[in-house]
């Protein structure tokens, strides 16, 4: 039973070997890059990689470029290699690994090439066929490229097509983009490109194509940006209103002032600058009122609420727009408040602030007049004794009460010096008569009970 089992595996691995899925699983066993690229002048190798031993194999095979004409290069087994000598520019073939080498490349060089190569493994009789092809091309680095336009004349929009066109001096395999102010321009149901996108046909133009464009040209080694081009055209009226410095402006309502000069002006964007004309318009029909971009108006000889027209028109597009306003007059002092908010933005708040410390210092300086009386406490401590004014020092322990009464200025003839001194104290004077004494102080009263703040 166990020799019965070795024979079945062994069959069915033969059985295996000669299946076509084993050729599908060889062709992995050779590599090659589908697509080289070359510079003119420079070399080339075609590197085929073999994924097996070639020293315990035996194949043989050829190269051969088959576009664009098929020709036979060179035919090669295990050991030799035989180039076809018909060719001027023959490659030449690494052994044992197949690669084919290129010392100089030019124009004629470039094309699809096709390895053909059979494989005998050891084991299996039957050979293992391979097929690997590979693009080949030979770029000439490209030059700057130039824009021309057709027509040179101006364009007017939705009336004329344009045709841009790039072209280099040199370059192959050239391939051509578009840009707009830095954006790519795409296909789009007004924008047609050739098939290497050297061409881009604008059909109509608009506004919107206004720019500076520029090709850029490229192929597998280079690449080079044209100098801008600029597309201008005539387009418009677009965006018209009506604008004035004056009065105030809402729903397309102006309101003035009934004594001023108003001056309002028609503005659009248009290329060239549009046509104006000034309508007025009445219940008996429309009247033309004056031709150009600035209109002046008199409120005063207007009637109430007359609506006013102006009409636009392009002479090179052949387009033209309007728009409705009315004026109403009324009593407006914007030129004043303007200027009061634009030459002190601060004022009210600087008028707060100083009405503020004025009042604070007001209230602060009736309660210390009411309060303190500065004056009067000023001469009192400058007229009185020294001794009085020392007893200012005293300890506050000492009984006040004697200091309250009626005080006196008096002069006494033939001194320098006054004196102060209360009614009790002129009593004793046997010549008070002859003393010129004035009142000056009023009566304090001094309060039966102490309170608690006179006792702490």
């Not at 994924?51 to 576009?67: A, R």
Request: net charge negative.
């Amino acid at each position: 039973m166990e020799c019965v089992g070795v024979t079945m595996f062994l069959l069915t691995f033969t059985l295996f070997l000669n299946v076509p899925g084993m050729e599908a699983k060889c062709i992995e066993c050779v590599s090659l890059w589908p697509t080289q690229h070359g510079e003119v002048g420079d070399s080339m190798l075609l590197k085929v990689e073999t994924h097996f031993d070639v020293q315990n194999v035996t194949f043989q095979g050829s190269w051969i470029k088959i576009k664009p004409k098929n020709s036979l290069l060179v035919t090669f087994d295990n050991i030799n290699a035989i180039p076809n000598l018909r060719l001027e520019n023959r490659p030449e073939l690494k052994l044992p690994d197949v690669s084919l080498n290129f010392k100089h490349l030019d124009e004629d060089t470039q094309g699809e090439y096709e390895l053909q190569i059979n494989i005998v493994f050891p084991g299996i009789p039957s050979p293992v066929a391979v097929t690997k092809r590979v693009t080949v091309t030979v770029s000439v680095p490209v030059s700057i490229p130039v824009i021309s336009k057709t027509p040179e004349s101006e364009l007017v929009e939705d009336r004329d097509n344009v045709t841009l066109t790039c072209s280099v001096e040199r370059g192959t395999n050239v391939h051509f983009e578009w840009l707009k102010n830095n954006m790519v321009v795409g296909p789009s149901e007004r924008h047609t490109f050739s098939q290497d996108y050297g061409t881009l046909v604008i059909s109509p133009v608009k506004k919107e194509d206004i720019g500076q464009y520029i090709c850029q040209a490229r192929n597998h080694i280079s690449s080079n940006l044209s100098k801008p081009t600029e597309l201008t055209m005539f387009y418009g009226p677009y965006n018209l209103a009506v604008n004035s410095d004056q009065g105030l402006k809402a729903e397309g309502v102006f309101m003035v002032n009934q004594e001023e000069m108003v001056f309002f002006e028609c503005i659009a964007d248009s290329n060239p600058p549009n046509t104006c004309v000034w309508i007025s318009k009445t219940k008996n029909g429309t009247e033309v009122l004056k031709i150009g971009p600035r209109f002046e108006v008199k409120p005063y000889e207007l009637p109430q609420g007359k609506e006013f027209l102006c009409r636009a028109f392009n002479n090179m597009t052949k387009k033209q727009d309007e728009t409705k306003f009315t004026l109403v007059m009324a009593s407006l002092d914007r030129g004043k408040a303007k200027y009061s908010q634009e030459g002190s933005v601060l004022s009210p708040l600087t008028f707060i602030t100083v009405s503020s410390v004025v009042i604070i210092a007001c209230m602060m300086l009736v309660l210390l007049r009411k309060s303190c009386h500065p004056k009067r406490m000023i001469k009192t401590i400058y007229r009185r004794p020294m001794t009085e004014q020392r007893g200012l020092h005293r300890s506050g322990h000492e009984d006040a009460t004697e200091d309250f009464g009626i005080y006196e200025f008096v002069s006494v003839p033939g001194k320098m010096d006054s004196t102060q001194a209360s009614c009790r104290s002129l009593a004793g004077l046997d010549s008070v008569k002859d003393l010129h004494t004035t009142i000056y102080d009023v009566i304090r009263h001094v309060p039966e009970t102490p309170t608690l703040s006179l006792l702490k």
